[in-house]
């Protein structure tokens, strides 16, 4: 591999809950992801979805909107893509337009979990680069659509807790803390809406 890609790759693939400045369009930010190191660390611009593909190469695989099943179970964000990439560094992660998620990492997780992975992701698409709203967007989405209950919200803890935590990120304990907060919540304007 060429220093040119190896270093590109090494910056690309430490992000699935990093997150920098903002998501909007045209400006810059590393990409965003559960737990750190950055995808593309300090980027000067962000990639767009075929430059992107043309950085991690011929083994990462587009999925279009509407096509990608996570344990048999259709998942979208939007209208967005999904790239697949077993090189990420992480769970997954995000730039503006698509979401990135490593099949690797995501084997042997709980389908609670790789929901919960995918609408975090997906939603730094919406919210920007939060990784506490990025979480709660995730959970709120679980709720609304039916893929989460107890039993889901105590895999998604298991798993984040394990998270140390960094600049951007808090210590997967208070994440998990304040997703349960989240998840009262969520399940709160569920009934109510159903009244």
């Not at 930010?29 to 737990?35: M, Q, R």
């Not at 979401?99 to 389908?111: F, K, M, Q």
């Not at 709203?133 to 709720?143: F, L, Q």
Request: charged share 20%; glycine share 12%.
């Amino acid at each position: 591999m060429n220093r040119w890609l190896s270093i590109t790759l090494g910056v690309v693939a430490s992000s699935f809950l990093v997150a920098a400045c903002s998501m909007g369009v045209g400006e810059t930010y590393a990409p965003s992801g559960l737990d750190a190191p950055s995808m593309m660390g300090p980027a000067t611009r962000n990639p767009s979805l075929e430059e992107y593909m043309k950085i991690v190469g011929p083994k990462a695989q587009k999925i279009d909107h509407g096509q990608l099943k996570l344990d048999g179970h259709a998942v979208t964000c939007g209208t967005r893509p999904t790239v697949m990439n077993a090189d990420l560094d992480s769970w997954g992660g995000a730039f503006p337009g698509y979401v990135i998620l490593n099949p690797a990492r995501l084997e042997g997780l709980s389908t609670p979990v790789k929901f919960y992975i995918y609408h975090h992701e997906c939603g730094h698409q919406f919210i920007g680069a939060s990784e506490t709203k990025a979480d709660c967007y995730s959970i709120r989405n679980g709720v609304k659509r039916g893929w989460l209950d107890n039993n889901g919200m105590n895999d998604i803890c298991r798993f984040i807790s394990k998270l140390k935590g960094d600049g951007v990120h808090p210590p997967g304990p208070d994440r998990c803390q304040r997703m349960r907060q989240c998840y009262a919540e969520a399940l709160g304007q569920n009934r109510q809406a159903s009244r």
